[in-house]
């Protein structure tokens, strides 16, 4: 269930023919295809004066597809047919709004519609209107849709599972988020990278609340090496407000780096710092022969990359790894997130017991409490 589309004519906010996503001129397909825009035009689009539609048989990813095989069948096709795919894919999502299809003057904004070239090409006062008319949709003609779904499906999930339950509010979220995920005892997410407050280009650990989950990459971006390594200008920004250096940072995630960022996290308030194996592997050098773009789990911007990383060291070898389990077990001890294992507790209560137990024996004169050093089970239940 969705709020209603807009009832409005788009004619008078601004031109059919850009908001419906088509490119409006052959320059722009030619920008796309290079050489080959002609076949491809002729192929897979109708003209239309001064605007190109795909045809009825191609007017889908599905369909798309099945065409490109056909014509790769056929020898047909002037290049790679992952590209030209991929190219058309990219024209067909290139929409601002969709189509009611039970009223033809109805429509719906187009999730992200401000990453379109259709909407870059827009006036600013066409623009403008359709910002606030998106921000209207999804941010607030659905709140009490959202709110009411929520309070009715989470809590059946919640009780089905003794799991402690993570909600997802990164980046622009809708208003009634927070307030459920408080009421309903659901801890939230942070990753640095996508910082809640609009203010912000990188969040600050130090200051996230207790009930979160907090990370620097997860399952669903790149990892941190990666990251670092995306966006010069960005690196340099984080350099200097996060990490204090007005220096020239490294162009690579040095461990020394990758160490800064881990603590941060670790010491950071909230109830869980979880790390992807890659971000730990990071603060050693010789684990980072691999290069980062291939570290990533999950690209959803790609359908056809999920969930294909394979750790490219063995875990016996890393098992092994005296200086870089020395490294994280520090990290955690200094940050107060640690707690003596079994071993150690049982260790540390013998000793403290036997200390207690040679105190009375020594002032009472009693019977032979400590064999060996060690205090006996019996005994101590006694105590």
């Not at 191609?58 to 590209?83: G, V």
């Not at 259709?118 to 659905?142: A, I």
Request: proline residues 6%.
């Amino acid at each position: 269930m969705v709020a209603p589309p807009f009832q409005i004519f788009l004619s008078e906010v601004f031109q059919c023919d850009i908001v419906v996503g088509r490119p409006k001129l052959a320059a722009w397909i030619e920008e796309k295809f290079g050489d080959s825009w002609t076949l491809i035009a002729a192929s897979f689009l109708n003209e239309y004066l001064d605007r190109y539609e795909f045809k009825e048989d191609c007017n889908t990813e599905r369909r798309i597809a099945a065409k490109l095989k056909s014509c790769a069948e056929r020898s047909m096709l002037p290049e790679s047919e992952d590209r030209i795919r991929r190219d058309l894919f990219d024209l067909l999502k290139n929409i601002v709004l969709i189509r009611d299809p039970e009223n033809a003057r109805n429509f719906y904004p187009r999730f992200n519609l401000e990453d379109t070239s259709s909407f870059r090409d827009l006036d600013d006062h066409s623009k403008n209107v359709l910002k606030r008319l998106y921000n209207d949709y999804y941010f607030h003609r659905q709140e009490k849709l959202w709110q009411e779904n929520a309070l009715k499906t989470l809590p059946v999930l919640l009780n089905s599972s003794d799991m402690l339950a993570c909600g997802e509010d990164l980046g622009l979220i809708p208003a009634c988020v927070h307030p459920v995920m408080q009421e309903l005892g659901l801890i939230g997410l942070r990753i640095q990278r996508m910082p809640s407050e609009p203010d912000l280009e990188f969040g600050i650990p130090s200051q996230y609340s207790y009930m979160t989950v907090c990370a620097p990459s997860c399952h669903d971006c790149s990892t941190l090496r990666a990251w670092w390594e995306e966006d010069e200008e960005r690196r340099h920004r984080f350099f200097k407000s996060v990490m204090g250096s007005d220096d020239l940072p490294p162009s690579r995630c040095v461990p020394d780096v990758a160490y800064f960022i881990i603590r941060q996290h670790i010491e950071a308030p909230s109830m869980w710092a979880i790390f992807p194996l890659q971000d730990l592997m990071a603060l050693k050098e010789e684990y980072m022969t691999r290069p980062a773009t291939q570290e990533t789990i999950n690209d959803p911007t790609n359908p056809k990359h999920y969930w294909r990383y394979r750790v490219h060291v063995t875990m016996e070898s890393l098992m092994k790894d005296k200086e870089l389990k020395a490294t994280i077990k520090d990290l955690i001890r200094g940050s107060g997130r640690s707690y003596p294992s079994l071993r150690e507790a049982e260790k540390q209560l013998g000793q403290e017991t036997a200390a207690i137990a040679l105190e009375k024996h020594h002032h009472s004169g009693g019977p032979e409490m400590i064999r060996n050093g060690v205090l006996q089970k019996e005994k101590i239940c006694v105590m």
